[in-house]
């Protein structure tokens, strides 16, 4: 049932492609099917199979000859590994399609954000909307109450970190757009993992940051994304949120 579920994770990777491509373009996601950026032709459904539809065409567009980013056949298999990863965790159930359909949400926040340096409303509130909703029903161990205190404290916690850093360096650091993606961390994780996730984004991007100046790719002025790592550090709560739990509050008491 794992690889089941793998495989399964491996064709919505293909579809959150279409997603990472066309919501920044004021696209639908829904019609038209699958289609060459180069040709705009229709991809036909052998050529579309996840990773080796890529392998087998060679990154290339059988038509054109456009060349297709590696980045597809990678968006697809960290969806399929995530399927197979949650449903070792959690078994077949509602809690684990919940948990997919978040992370899966930020692989597009990534991949997009990578991009265009925007992280869309229509996730990131959207999202916010739909984690606090099922916070109740689905999400029982964190609950509504942590669940308005997670998205509160989330996006609070990182307006005041912008809004001082903006103060102290006379500029713009972080942007609404990662407010926002707190805030729907906050929703889905409660209050608990809101610092976690903002401990490994930070230290992940600082470590990221250093890299690229001692490389020479980068400098104090240069602007990372910080969308990316916010979600990394989401993931790794996602996965390993007990021990951060044990060290962090172990009382286990409150909301």
Request: proline share 5%; net charge positive; with cysteine.
């Amino acid at each position: 049932m794992q690889a089941v579920a793998g495989v399964f994770g491996l064709f919505v990777g293909s579809f959150l492609n279409v997603c990472i491509y066309r919501i920044p373009r004021g696209l639908s996601i829904v019609w038209p099917g699958s289609f060459c950026p180069g040709c705009h032709l229709a991809i036909p459904a052998y050529d579309n199979v996840p990773v080796l539809g890529w392998l087998w065409l060679r990154g290339q567009c059988r038509r054109c000859g456009r060349h297709i980013p590696v980045r597809y056949p990678i968006v697809e298999a960290m969806a399929g590994l995530l399927a197979a990863g949650l449903f070792a965790q959690n078994g077949l159930s509602s809690t684990t399609l919940l948990h997919f359909v978040f992370a899966c949400s930020l692989i597009v926040v990534t991949f997009i954000d990578v991009d265009f340096q925007i992280i869309p409303d229509r996730i990131s509130l959207g999202g916010t909307i739909v984690f606090l909703l099922t916070s109740s029903f689905v999400q029982t161990d964190v609950g509504w109450q942590s669940a308005v205190i997670g998205a509160l404290f989330g996006s609070g916690l990182l307006f005041a970190v912008a809004f001082g850093y903006a103060k102290v360096a006379k500029r713009e650091g972080l942007g609404g757009g990662d407010v926002k993606l707190l805030a729907m961390i906050g929703a889905f994780f409660g209050w608990k993992g809101v610092l976690p996730t903002l401990f490994v984004g930070a230290l992940m991007g600082s470590l990221v940051g250093v890299a690229l100046m001692i490389l020479k790719k980068a400098d104090r002025k240069t602007a990372i994304p910080f969308g990316p790592f916010l979600a990394l550090g989401a993931l790794t709560y996602l996965f390993f949120g007990d021990v951060f739990n044990e060290f962090l509050f172990p009382w286990r008491g409150g909301l």
